[in-house]
Structures are given as structure tokens and as C-alpha cells.
């Protein structure tokens, strides 16, 4: 079957094209089918053919379809990497199409997961720090969430979050400070929390942190939230500024110590919330 689904794809019949990339879309959320028929018959070449120039509707479900191909396990990942990827769905980012726009930050997120520096580095020079900005603060809170993923998943180990911090740290800086204090969701302000976590991990890119008051204030005050999603981020937050054994340490820990930080924790230490209290 699956030969007759790929030469769907070329039909000269737009229903015909558009049933086949369904009946793709449809087999690619199977873990199954990604390792095994959608490899043997190297379905993402034909796929990225059709996402080069197709009408909306076709290209909502083939770059829905090409999100699943680009997940950690998919043995189509690393030739769709190397046949330009990134462009293609750098541009959907752009697009005025709600779906297209999700479905490109979506494919980059599932791309940065565990990825080389190199891959992240393409990515966010693909991407333009510019959009970057522009998809944080898009009205559709799914682009908003696939974005702060993508980030998360680039702001991952830490010679990549040094690396990345050293090159777009002021700018990361300044959209995860917007967020923080902008009209968002829970989900939304625990992923940004989630970034900044990321951040304090960094060897270098901890100093951003510990130099900027502001943001050390807006953590302080999550800290004190009502929901406790948003307190464990935080704390997760503090704990990576504090290890002992890493260089600095003493004095970050008396500056967080300075602005009132212990004494909040101490306060969660007897809260009725099992997770913050052992935090």
C-alpha cells in the first residue's frame, strides 16, 4: 500500500494528492510505521517535494506530517536535516496562515530536541532573532508555546546554553522579562520559568541571571505565587544558581540570600504542598 499512498503524491488530481498526504499524516503517529515503512520507502523526499509549492490546505497537513518525521526517534530526521529543512520551515513561521505558522515552530521545536550545537546555531539563524521576537508575542497562544519549546529545547546542555546565551543572551533575556510580566496563561509563564531554569544552569550564562535584579525579583515573586506549577519552576530556577561545587557559588548564594530568598523558602518548607515542601 504504502507505494500506491507516496505516488498519490504526484497525482495530477489536487483531491487525490491531498487524500494521500492525509492517509500519511494519519500513519505517521504511528512510532511503528516511522521506523519501519515510512524509512523503507524514504516517504520524506516526496513529502518535502510537496511542501515546496502546494496550496494551503496540502501544506497544513504535510508539514503536520513532516512534525511527526523530525521526532527524536524517527530514522527521517537526519535526512530531512540535510536536504534544507530548516528554511523551509523557517519561512512557514512567517506565514499569515495560523496552522502554518504552528506546524513550522512545532517541526523546529521537535528538531532542536537533543540536536548538535550546529543544528541549534542553523536554527536560530534561520529563524532571524527578529522572528523570533515576533512569534513570542503572537496573538495564538499555541504559537506561543510551541516557541518557548523551540527555546527550551535549544537552551539544552550546557556548552549550548553557553554558547547560545553568548550570542543571544540580551535579546532571550528581554522576551522571557516581557513574558513574565505580560497577561499569560499558567502554561505559559511555567515554560518561560522552565527557559530561565535552563539559563541558571549555564556555566557562563548564569551570570545573566545573578546581574539582572529585575529578573531576580520577578523569581522571588513566583516563588510566592498562588499556583504551585509556577513556584516549583522557580525554584528549579534557584536551585541551579546554588550548587556548591560550581564556581561562584558563595556569592550568588549570598545575593539570593540578601534579597529574601531563604526566607522564603523557608515559609514553602512547611507548606501542605508535598512536591514545594521537599523542593
Wanted: proline share 2%; charged share 20%.
Amino acid at each position: 500500500m504504502m507505494d500506491r499512498i507516496v505516488n498519490g503524491l504526484s497525482e495530477s488530481s489536487i483531491k487525490v494528492r491531498l487524500a494521500a498526504v492525509r492517509c500519511l499524516h494519519s500513519l505517521s503517529r504511528s512510532v511503528q510505521q516511522l521506523r519501519t515503512s515510512f524509512q523503507d520507502h524514504a516517504v520524506w523526499k516526496p513529502l518535502m517535494k510537496v511542501l515546496q509549492n502546494a496550496p494551503n490546505e496540502m501544506l497544513v497537513v504535510a508539514s503536520s506530517t513532516l512534525c511527526n518525521l523530525l521526532l527524536e526517534f524517527s530514522p527521517s530526521k537526519e535526512p530531512i536535516l540535510e536536504s534544507g529543512a530548516i528554511e523551509l520551515l523557517c519561512s512557514l513561521t512567517q506565514s499569515e496562515n495560523l496552522a502554518l505558522r504552528v506546524n513550522g515552530i512545532w517541526a523546529l521545536m521537535n528538531m532542536a530536541f537533543q540536536a548538535e550545537q550546529k543544528i541549534k546555531s542553523d536554527i536560530l539563524r534561520g529563524l532571524s532573532t527578529e522572528q523570533l521576537f515576533q512569534l513570542l508575542s503572537d496573538s495564538d497562544v499555541n504559537v506561543l508555546m510551541k516557541t518557548l519549546g523551540l527555546l527550551r529545547n535549544l537552551l539544552s546542555t550546557r556548552p549550548h546554553i553557553d554558547h547560545i546565551m553568548s550570542t543571544h543572551g540580551k535579546q532571550i533575556m528581554q522576551a522571557v522579562t516581557l513574558i513574565l510580566e505580560g497577561e499569560h496563561n499558567i502554561e505559559v509563564k511555567e515554560q518561560t520559568l522552565c527557559i530561565l531554569a535552563n539559563i541558571a544552569d549555564g556555566t557562563t550564562a548564569k551570570e545573566l541571571i545573578m546581574t539582572n535584579d529585575d529578573i531576580l525579583q520577578k523569581i522571588k515573586y513566583y516563588m510566592s505565587h498562588s499556583n504551585a506549577k509556577l513556584q516549583l519552576a522557580a525554584m528549579f530556577c534557584i536551585s541551579n544558581l546554588i550548587w556548591n561545587e560550581e564556581e561562584g557559588s558563595q556569592e550568588r548564594q549570598d545575593k539570593l540570600r540578601d534579597i529574601g530568598i531563604v526566607d522564603i523558602l523557608h515559609k514553602l518548607s512547611q507548606s501542605s504542598d508535598p512536591n514545594l515542601c521537599d523542593k
